[in-house]
């Protein structure tokens, strides 16, 4: 069926060490898609989004890469620091920007 | 910088009660959403609503649960008789325009269900 899903429960970095988390979609008609990162006890904070006409967005630190060929996505981290430990869900957006569709989580763990 | 607030941050309920999550949406935004997050699990929708009627609802959104915006600044959540799998994160969030397609999240309410 359709769905947004992620391949690591947990990821556990070096401080300073670059993250790269993934995400796989099912739905190649999907064409929109965000990454949220959750802090405990906080609601989903907007990270980064890419539109299905592009295969690289570049943020501050971050950069989202997507491969429509194998239905990829990814978030990478550069010099990961301490308070980007949280938990980093994909999302869909579908319907022209109504519903989003969250994938599973992967939970980020900075070690000092 | 504008922001999505909630109340209360945490509602314990007997189940069967009624229960209200209130939200104040940012104040130029056109779109608003309630989403769940059952502990440990992964976010799910629950409706969006847009110019003052429910534009797209999900199977959890069953008669159980309403939402209104009854003035020009809130944004609620009612679930008329509580389950105690309606235990969970509830996040209210908002939306500019139909051309921006990012939702800014508020903290989120606990609602737990005795």
């Known amino acids: 069926g359709e769905s947004v899903g992620l391949h690591l429960p947990t990821l556990s970095v070096q401080e300073g060490d670059n993250s790269i988390i993934n995400c796989a979609y099912s739905n190649s008609a999907s064409d929109y898609f965000i990454w949220y990162k959750q802090e405990s006890g906080k609601g989903p904070q907007f990270i980064i989004d890419?539109?299905?006409?592009?295969d690289k967005r570049q943020g501050q630190r971050v950069t989202v890469l997507l491969n429509k060929t194998v239905k990829h996505l990814s978030l990478q981290i550069a010099a990961t620091q301490p308070g980007d430990s949280a938990v980093y869900f994909c999302a869909e957006n579908n319907n022209a920007g109504n519903m989003l569709t969250f994938g599973g989580g992967t939970r980020l763990m900075v070690k000092p | 910088e504008p922001e999505v607030t909630q109340t209360p941050s945490h509602q314990v309920t007997q189940m069967g009660q009624e229960v209200i999550l209130r939200c104040v949406p940012i104040s130029n935004h056109l779109y608003f959403y309630w989403y769940r997050q059952i502990l440990g699990q992964k976010v799910e929708f629950l409706v969006s609503?847009?110019?003052?009627?429910?534009?797209?609802k999900s199977e959890i959104f069953d008669d159980q649960f309403s939402v209104e915006r009854p003035d020009g600044s809130n944004f609620t959540l009612k679930i008329r008789s509580t389950k105690l799998e309606d235990s969970a994160m509830y996040f209210c969030?908002?939306?500019?325009?139909?051309?921006?397609?990012?939702?800014?999240f508020g903290p989120g309410t606990r609602l737990t269900v005795l």
């Open positions: 890419i539109r299905s006409n592009m």
């Open positions: 609503f847009y110019n003052n009627e429910i534009s797209e």
């Open positions: 969030a908002s939306r500019k325009a139909r051309a921006n397609n990012e939702q800014f």
